[in-house]
């Protein structure tokens, strides 16, 4: 029924491809779920694939949704989105659910919403809007960025305190992304780059002491082996001991023995690794080279101003969480609780990212036509 409410001409432009790899990254982390908790004795994680099916039908609705309207639509909203996503940002600090220390869900029926992820998508437009309708690329100074620090800032120190420090780094990047790809001038890069320098030791200070001690056993996990820095051992054991060709589906020891931690949300890289191995890890990179390489050329060919900068915000998003939800399954990262694009279980993130992703097939579709 929805190829129906699409003008041929768009269906003509859709880009089956990418979609189809979509589909596939999302298909192998509902297998992955099933793996990582088969056996279990809990009926809540032995089911947990089921939900997240349901959670990739819902993204498809979600991307259905991003299709149909025209994105450019979206830029007269744009500000509006960014409001109404700030003042729910404010309602999860005052009424939000508390899980784990943090305060970062509010129920919406019996459905728990993470706010700070559909957060990322309201900046994105509303930098997309500022700098659509801003100077040409080269011509940027520090004055003229006071906009969109403001809504960055605005946004980061909402997430800040939830605590949620790892979402408000990649709002900060998603950030430094636009204003590179505006060609700001140089001397103003140097002297952002310095402060930036300058400014971080102190946010040392404003780390709370169980981030502390994540930071401090980044370097050697072996300080704290069975608190700060048992998470990190363990998932550089299962990635490791999976070798060239994997230990095979349901034979992964870290994950079957639950030696590994949240192993279908945060570390479900390294229950793949296990259990693939190698030459695993290879096909999952390359699906995700493949999206990340697309979005980078949708951006770059989109018809107007908004299109790429809503497509380079949106790929770059996706392509941080990458780097640094497996960055930090190999130590390379402090363990920051980011999910895995598509392949993490959780409602919020998998919605949030297909309906994104429907908005950059969505630039594409539209490229020929105005």
Do not use: C
Request: aromatic residues 14%; glycine residues 8%.
């Amino acid at each position: 029924m929805w190829l129906i409410m699409m003008d041929r001409r768009l269906l003509s432009n859709f880009n089956w491809l990418l979609f189809i790899t979509i589909l596939a990254v999302a298909a192998i982390g509902v297998v992955v779920i099933y793996s990582a908790n088969h056996g279990r004795p809990e009926p809540f994680f032995r089911n947990l694939y089921i939900k997240q099916v349901y959670w990739i039908l819902y993204g498809l609705v979600a991307m259905l949704i991003a299709l149909v309207i025209d994105y450019r639509e979206l830029s007269r909203y744009a500000y509006v989105i960014y409001v109404i996503t700030a003042l729910a940002l404010v309602y999860v600090l005052i009424n939000g659910v508390v899980a784990s220390g943090a305060k970062r869900w509010i129920h919406i029926g019996s459905v728990s919403v993470q706010v700070s992820e559909f957060a990322k998508i309201a900046l994105i437009l509303a930098l997309a809007k500022f700098f659509e309708s801003g100077k040409m690329q080269g011509q940027y100074h520090l004055r003229d960025l006071w906009m969109p620090t403001l809504l960055t800032g605005i946004i980061g120190m909402l997430i800040v305190v939830q605590p949620d420090l790892g979402t408000a780094i990649m709002i900060f990047l998603i950030f430094l992304v636009f204003v590179t790809a505006i060609e700001i001038d140089s001397k103003f890069l140097t002297r952002l780059f310095a402060i930036g320098i300058l400014l971080a030791p102190l946010l040392w200070f404003a780390l709370k002491d169980y981030q502390k001690q994540r930071v401090m056993t980044l370097f050697n996990p072996e300080l704290d082996p069975l608190g700060a820095g048992y998470h990190s051992i363990q998932s550089k054991i299962a990635i490791g001991s999976g070798g060239f060709w994997g230990k095979g589906l349901f034979m992964g020891t870290q994950s079957r023995l639950n030696f590994l931690p949240e192993k279908h949300t945060d570390f479900i890289f390294s229950v793949f690794a296990e259990e693939t191995g190698f030459i695993g890890v290879v096909i999952l990179l390359s699906l995700y080279l493949f999206i990340i390489l697309k979005g980078l050329n949708i951006a770059f060919r989109a018809a107007d101003r908004f299109g790429l900068f809503l497509a380079l915000g949106i790929i770059s998003s996706i392509s941080f969480y990458i780097l640094f939800n497996i960055g930090m399954t190999v130590g390379l990262f402090p363990i920051t609780g980011l999910p895995l694009p598509l392949l993490s279980y959780g409602g919020s993130s998998l919605i949030t990212n297909f309906f994104a992703l429907g908005l950059l097939l969505n630039i594409e579709m539209r490229r020929t036509i105005h």
